[in-house]
């Protein structure tokens, strides 16, 4: 079996195909911290995208609430319980991923869910780790916690749907990495569904064939983001692009928080899947947990996001999430201003990094009214 380098895990892996990387890679990047769990994405997604017949368990975008939620329930679980804990020196995986099998021949270790598993989207919304007692007052810690984690398809680098199908019916676009269900080829055999460790593909009951985010790849041709980036009223989420063909440039958002900065890390790292959804962990939960999710880069994930106030240009570059719905491609810091441009050059973000703040006169002379406080 070919080896791949994994940079996730920091090492080479074992994976059933070698290709070159695409041209570049569509990536996301969540702030886990802003998250409110409103659904607006979910919805924006599902009206979209998944409204048809055989779809109505179908979220190619959900929102769940950790640590008691999931969707499927147990997706991450059941996994976690049929491979071993993952062991890690420093940023390399000692661990073996879900393709590092004891036979060479094996499909990506998984599972597949069952039907009612797909019944409960928002099982365990909005519980924390245990019961607050009478009278309990915030003193500057969370001794109960629960946060909100999105998640979409991760358009992997080494795809596990990709490896397990027997068709051939998936495939990642060379142009933009983003992977795609091919539903000609496709014979329903769920393979895809068993081998994703983040449960991401879907089976249609009614189609008969199975079913997964396009990366809203329509809107991604005309460099625009996806729909659930640019409905997100949080403004917890930017969609761009990694380099693949050369070095993480200081001037690309996605490539200055994730590969230069490694604020945002990606879930579940020790699959091997190399996942392109990167989280800003939750300040407020325990890193033994978030390094489970998240891998070991946690507790410097989270120092950044604490000091990012003294650091304008990764300041600059999170004020930009949810400032366009272009894609940007080229940012920088000017004069405490995040300016974000296109592919084609056209500036299409600013924003300051203070608010300006307008008084106006509680008597208009102008229009010779009076103005008032009606909130």
Same mark, same amino acid.
């Given at each position: 079996?070919?080896?791949?380098?994994?940079?996730?895990?920091?090492?080479?892996?074992?994976?059933?195909?070698?290709?070159?990387?695409?041209?570049?890679?569509?990536?996301?990047?969540?702030?886990?911290?802003?998250?409110?769990?409103?659904?607006?994405?979910?919805?924006?997604?599902?009206?979209?995208?998944?409204?048809?017949?055989?779809?109505?368990?179908?979220?190619?975008?959900?929102?769940?609430?950790?640590? %008691?939620?999931?969707?499927?329930?147990?997706? +991450?679980?059941?996994? *976690?319980?049929?491979?071993?804990?993952?062991?890690?020196?420093?940023?390399?995986? &000692?661990?073996?991923?879900?393709?590092?099998?004891?036979?060479?021949?094996?499909?990506?270790?998984?599972?597949?869910?069952?039907?009612?598993?797909?019944?409960?989207?928002?099982?365990?919304?909005?519980? @924390?780790?245990?019961?607050?007692?009478?009278?309990?007052?915030?003193?500057?810690?969370? #001794?109960?916690?629960?946060? %909100?984690?999105?998640? @979409?398809?991760? !358009?992997?680098?080494? #795809?596990?749907?990709?490896?397990?199908?027997?068709?051939?019916? /998936?495939?990642?676009?060379?142009?933009?990495?983003?992977?795609?269900?091919?539903?000609?080829?496709?014979?329903?055999?769920?393979?895809?569904?068993?081998?994703?460790?983040?449960?991401?593909?879907?089976?249609?009951?009614?189609?008969?064939?199975?079913?997964?985010?396009?990366?809203?790849?329509?809107?991604?041709?005309?460099?625009?983001?996806?729909?659930?980036?640019?409905?997100?009223?949080?403004? /917890?989420?930017?969609?761009?692009?990694?380099?693949?063909?050369? +070095?993480?440039?200081?001037?690309?958002?996605?490539?200055? @928080?994730?590969? @230069?900065?490694?604020?945002? *890390?990606? &879930?579940? #790292?020790?699959?091997?899947?190399?996942?392109?959804?990167?989280?800003? #962990?939750? $300040? !407020?939960?325990?890193?033994?947990? *978030?390094?489970?999710?998240?891998?070991?880069?946690?507790?410097?994930?989270?120092? &950044? %996001?604490?000091?990012?106030?003294?650091?304008?240009?990764? *300041?600059?570059?999170?004020? &930009?999430?949810?400032?366009?719905?272009?894609?940007?491609?080229?940012?920088?810091?000017? +004069?405490?201003?995040? $300016?974000?441009?296109?592919?084609?050059?056209?500036?299409?973000?600013?924003?300051?990094?203070?608010?300006?703040?307008? /008084?106006?006169? !509680? %008597?208009?002379?102008?229009?010779?009214?009076?103005? !008032?406080?009606?909130?």
């Amino acid at each position: 079996m070919p080896e791949r380098f994994n940079w996730q895990i920091g090492r080479k892996m074992r994976y059933p195909f070698d290709a070159p990387p695409p041209q570049r890679q569509v990536a996301y990047i969540f702030d886990t911290n802003k998250c409110i769990e409103c659904q607006t994405c979910t919805v924006a997604c599902k009206t979209c995208w998944t409204a048809g017949k055989g779809q109505e368990t179908v979220f190619w975008n959900n929102v769940e609430t950790k640590p %008691y939620g999931g969707y499927p329930v147990g997706w +991450d679980l059941r996994l *976690l319980e049929k491979t071993d804990a993952a062991r890690w020196r420093g940023e390399r995986l &000692l661990s073996p991923t879900i393709f590092e099998t004891e036979e060479e021949k094996d499909p990506p270790n998984g599972h597949r869910p069952a039907v009612e598993d797909y019944s409960a989207p928002n099982l365990g919304e909005d519980d @924390i780790t245990g019961m607050v007692e009478e009278g309990a007052a915030f003193g500057g810690v969370h #001794p109960m916690w629960m946060f %909100y984690l999105a998640r @979409i398809c991760n !358009h992997c680098d080494h #795809p596990a749907c990709l490896a397990a199908c027997p068709r051939r019916a /998936i495939y990642k676009r060379e142009e933009d990495g983003i992977v795609l269900v091919d539903q000609e080829r496709c014979r329903g055999y769920q393979e895809c569904v068993r081998a994703c460790p983040y449960k991401k593909v879907f089976y249609n009951l009614i189609g008969r064939v199975s079913e997964k985010c396009i990366g809203c790849f329509p809107r991604v041709e005309n460099g625009n983001v996806a729909l659930c980036v640019e409905s997100c009223i949080g403004k /917890i989420r930017m969609h761009g692009f990694l380099s693949t063909q050369e +070095d993480p440039r200081e001037d690309n958002p996605l490539d200055y @928080i994730v590969k @230069i900065r490694k604020l945002a *890390l990606p &879930l579940y #790292p020790q699959a091997g899947t190399s996942p392109n959804v990167f989280y800003i #962990p939750p $300040i !407020h939960v325990p890193n033994g947990f *978030l390094e489970q999710l998240f891998g070991p880069g946690v507790e410097r994930s989270k120092r &950044l %996001y604490r000091e990012v106030r003294n650091d304008p240009k990764l *300041l600059g570059a999170l004020l &930009l999430f949810g400032s366009t719905n272009r894609i940007i491609t080229r940012f920088a810091v000017r +004069d405490e201003e995040a $300016i974000g441009w296109a592919e084609n050059g056209e500036e299409v973000a600013r924003v300051p990094f203070t608010e300006p703040v307008y /008084i106006r006169d !509680h %008597y208009d002379e102008r229009f010779g009214v009076y103005r !008032h406080n009606t909130t």
